[in-house]
């Protein structure tokens, strides 16, 4: 049996000395990588707020970091492809720091699960509602322990977390979390668990820690913000929106996404209220055909999505509209696919997402078979997205000669001598700044368009 050995009183002081840490001990360093939607984003701003309680120090390098997590997405079979190739090549990193904890967090995460671990690479796995248990996880994995948590929950909203966000100009809030819907072809529900909201109070409550800290614009997010409820209070999203639009009168604020099947008229009239709602709704489609949005489980019909757009551009007829499409859904013809364009033609997007169809896992289109060839969904993928390209560009000729409020972000990225700022409407909008006067990045400035192509909007500031 082993024993301890009996020490004098010196060693056992100087054995004391030794065991203290050292206090200069420096401080570990964390990357986070996001892949995925933008409450990804957020979630990824959580973790880091997460981690930087438990005495972690963020960097955006990742060679310098001691902890890597890659916040991943499920949506769509390339999605995961994308961080599988990530994850290979973060074998160098190891190769360089044999101490370094990888972590795979998000969607991705919570549907492979265990299979991850199998990589020799990864350390960590942790889902959507499991964020909290980060920094214990990460710490083990220093001691050479792998750990993973992936549990569901029907309450976790982190309501009380403040996301460290760097400073910028447009935030991310999550107001929910989790979606009930069960669209025949996602796999949300499954990586994502049941829907739940934060309270109204501490939403509008960070919103004005955001514009106290410099925001200028901020998007609530959800993946069905209409359906938001404050249990206590029995508040709805409109009350929300408007209560946000109220509590802070000088930000933007955005919201997505919301479902066609609740696009209530009080939340279209809550919109046309406020002059700091961005006027701009984001309406997912994801099909022109009865039939094909019956076999989705959408549970509305065309002719109820059209009454809703005309619904929304009757309030607010400046209202830009932008929407998600997917081709080559199970048994997809051709006429579908004509009913698709024949809708796009009818609502005339301002801009639109499109797909093509990913089989899922666990979902029930999987059972349904991924009958439209390949070669067939990137033939009506193609044809739909030169349609949206031709309508985004009339559309945005319309605006020529016309003055926009655009809330500028800073440089172009093409070219550093012209800035770029955003519109009411969601539209980039790209104007030269030699004489800006005055002007500084996150100000509303007015701009007059004078060239416009299907992506971006060309103009000169209004100088008083
Ligand atoms: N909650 C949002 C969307 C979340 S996913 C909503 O309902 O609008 C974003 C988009 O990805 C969806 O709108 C859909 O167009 C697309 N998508 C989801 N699952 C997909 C799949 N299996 N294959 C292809 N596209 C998919
Ligand atoms: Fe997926 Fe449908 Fe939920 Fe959107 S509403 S996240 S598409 S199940
Ligand atoms: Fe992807 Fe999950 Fe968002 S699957 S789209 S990261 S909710």
């Not at 930000?251 to 008229?265: A, G, K, L, V, W």
């Not at 929304?312 to 997917?326: F, G, H, Q, R, Y």
Request: proline share 4%; net charge negative.
């Amino acid at each position: 049996m082993f024993e301890l050995p009996i020490l004098t009183e010196s060693e056992l002081y100087e054995n004391e000395i030794f065991d203290l840490p050292s206090p200069i001990a420096p401080q570990r360093k964390l990357y986070v990588e996001t892949y995925g939607c933008q409450m990804n984003v957020n979630d990824s701003e959580i973790v880091k707020g997460v981690m930087n309680n438990s005495g972690y120090a963020i960097t955006d390098k990742p060679d310098e970091a001691d902890v890597i997590l890659l916040n991943t997405c499920a949506v769509r079979d390339n999605a995961e492809r994308k961080i599988h190739e990530r994850l290979d090549h973060l074998k160098y990193y190891k190769k360089r720091n044999h101490d370094l904890v990888v972590g795979v967090l998000g969607c991705m995460a919570e549907r492979l699960r265990s299979d991850l671990l199998e990589k020799k690479l990864v350390d960590v796995v942790v889902g959507p509602d499991e964020y909290r248990n980060v920094p214990e996880l990460v710490g083990r994995a220093f001691t050479g322990e792998k750990g993973i948590a992936v549990k569901l929950s029907r309450v976790e909203t982190y309501d009380d977390i403040l996301p460290l966000r760097t400073d910028g100009i447009s935030a991310w809030v999550s107001i929910m979390r989790g979606c009930d819907k069960f669209c025949t072809f996602c796999v949300v529900p499954f990586t994502r668990g049941r829907e739940r909201s934060r309270t109204l109070d501490s939403v509008v409550n960070e919103l004005k820690i955001l514009r106290d800290s410099g925001f200028k614009e901020t998007t609530l997010l959800g993946q069905n913000v209409n359906s938001y409820r404050d249990e206590q209070t029995s508040k709805d999203f409109a009350d929300l929106l408007a209560a946000c639009a109220s509590s802070v009168p000088e930000m933007r604020i955005r919201y997505t996404t919301s479902h066609p099947q609740d696009m209530s008229d009080k939340l279209i009239e809550t919109m046309a209220q406020y002059d700091n709602i961005c006027k701009y709704v984001h309406l997912p489609v994801q099909s022109g055909s009865d039939r094909i949005l019956k076999l989705m489980n959408r549970t509305y019909t065309v002719e109820h999505y059209l009454e809703r757009m005309r619904k929304i551009k009757e309030v607010m007829p400046n209202c830009a509209l932008s929407t998600d499409i997917i081709v080559g859904f199970p048994s997809e013809t051709e006429e579908d696919n004509d009913a698709t364009i024949e809708l796009m033609q009818q609502v005339r997007y301002d801009g639109a997402y499109m797909y093509k169809y990913s089989p899922r896992e666990k979902t029930k289109a999987w059972k349904m078979g991924d009958d439209v060839p390949d070669d067939v969904k990137t033939e009506r993928l193609n044809r739909i997205i030169e349609k949206q390209r031709i309508v985004s560009g009339e559309l945005n000729q319309l605006t020529l000669g016309t003055i926009e409020k655009v809330l500028v972000e800073g440089a172009s990225k093409k070219n550093p001598t012209e800035w770029q700022g955003r519109t009411d409407s969601n539209k980039i909008v790209i104007f030269t700044h030699n004489e800006f006067g005055g002007y500084i990045v996150g100000d509303i400035i007015p701009v007059k368009i004078n060239r416009a192509n299907s992506a971006t909007m060309f103009g000169d500031i209004v100088l008083n």
